[in-house]
């Protein structure tokens, strides 16, 4: 069993191929190699069905302790991934850093938020560590 406190320094990357009518699955070559830039630790895991993002980050933070969490996909994969770390039962919610490299059709909480618009922009806002807590009411 691997010490949970080496998997803090690690990021859990959940690929929704489907986002974005597929774009995604087209766009992942590239968003995976500017992930590797990042110089971190890289668990990447894809999904297969509804809700299974949320399974995804379930298991692995309670199971793995992970911590960081990247989701590469749409609202809708981003939304499942929150529910995960509302359900996993490890750590506190302001405890697990969510990053998002947008890839949906919509991509409403990144215009929200006003998230870059370019792959490489993302990611390098999760890399400089920006963050902003959330309240999901």
């Given at each position: 069993?691997?010490?949970?406190?080496?998997?803090?320094k690690?990021?859990?990357?959940?690929v929704?191929?489907h986002?974005?009518?597929?774009?995604?699955?087209?766009?992942?070559p590239?968003?995976?190699?500017l992930?590797?830039?990042?110089?971190q630790?890289?668990?990447?895991?894809?999904?297969?069905?509804?809700?299974?993002?949320?399974?995804?980050?379930?298991?692995?933070?309670?199971?793995?302790?992970?911590?960081n969490?990247?989701?590469v996909?749409?609202?809708?994969?981003?939304?499942e991934?929150?529910?995960?770390?509302f359900?996993?039962?490890?750590?506190?919610?302001d405890?697990?850093?969510?990053?998002?490299?947008?890839?949906?059709t919509?991509?409403?909480?990144?215009?929200?938020?006003?998230?870059?618009?370019?792959?490489?922009?993302?990611?390098k806002?999760?890399?400089?560590?920006?963050?902003?807590?959330?309240?999901?009411?």
């Amino acid at each position: 069993m691997q010490d949970s406190h080496e998997n803090h320094k690690k990021w859990l990357v959940v690929v929704n191929p489907h986002a974005g009518s597929n774009k995604c699955k087209k766009d992942w070559p590239k968003i995976e190699k500017l992930l590797q830039k990042m110089g971190q630790e890289l668990v990447i895991v894809f999904t297969e069905r509804q809700n299974h993002a949320m399974e995804l980050v379930i298991s692995h933070t309670d199971e793995n302790g992970m911590k960081n969490i990247i989701v590469v996909g749409g609202d809708g994969t981003l939304n499942e991934a929150v529910n995960g770390i509302f359900k996993q039962k490890k750590y506190p919610t302001d405890e697990i850093t969510l990053g998002l490299v947008s890839v949906g059709t919509g991509n409403d909480w990144g215009r929200t938020y006003e998230m870059p618009d370019t792959y490489s922009k993302q990611v390098k806002m999760i890399q400089k560590g920006h963050t902003t807590l959330q309240d999901v009411g």
